[in-house]
């Protein structure tokens, strides 16, 4: 609730940037999931909100499996959410929810999901 009252008073893109890239640092499960909820509410601005996301997917490996899991389960709503704004925001977004993965069964897990969920 601390960072979303501080990025309210944030007065440049640069300290709103850092305060979306904290908020995934939450030692709760909940919390983590709280900030995916907001950043794809479309509260924020599309160019944005992808930032929240990689903060949760960097705050350690369950963080990272809560994003991949998230975006499995949310993938149309965001795609949906973005659709008119340039593509790098899907492969940001993608990136950000699965891209530090290093397993074999992994990458076989994310290459199944993208071949059936094409945008």
Aim: aromatic letters at 10%; proline letters at 1%.
């Amino acid at each position: 609730e601390k960072c979303l009252e501080l990025i309210d008073l944030a007065e440049t893109t640069q300290a709103k940037k850092e305060l979306y890239l904290a908020m995934g640092a939450a030692k709760s499960m909940d919390l983590k999931k709280r900030t995916l909820d907001w950043c794809t509410s479309g509260v924020l601005k599309k160019q944005d909100f992808f930032y929240a996301i990689g903060s949760v997917s960097a705050s350690g490996k369950d963080g990272l499996d809560l994003t991949w899991t998230y975006l499995q389960e949310n993938f149309d709503r965001i795609v949906d959410m973005i659709r008119t704004a340039s593509p790098s925001l899907l492969a940001a977004t993608v990136l950000n929810s699965c891209g530090s993965f290093a397993s074999d069964d992994k990458a076989d897990e994310i290459e199944t999901f993208f071949e059936t969920h094409k945008n």
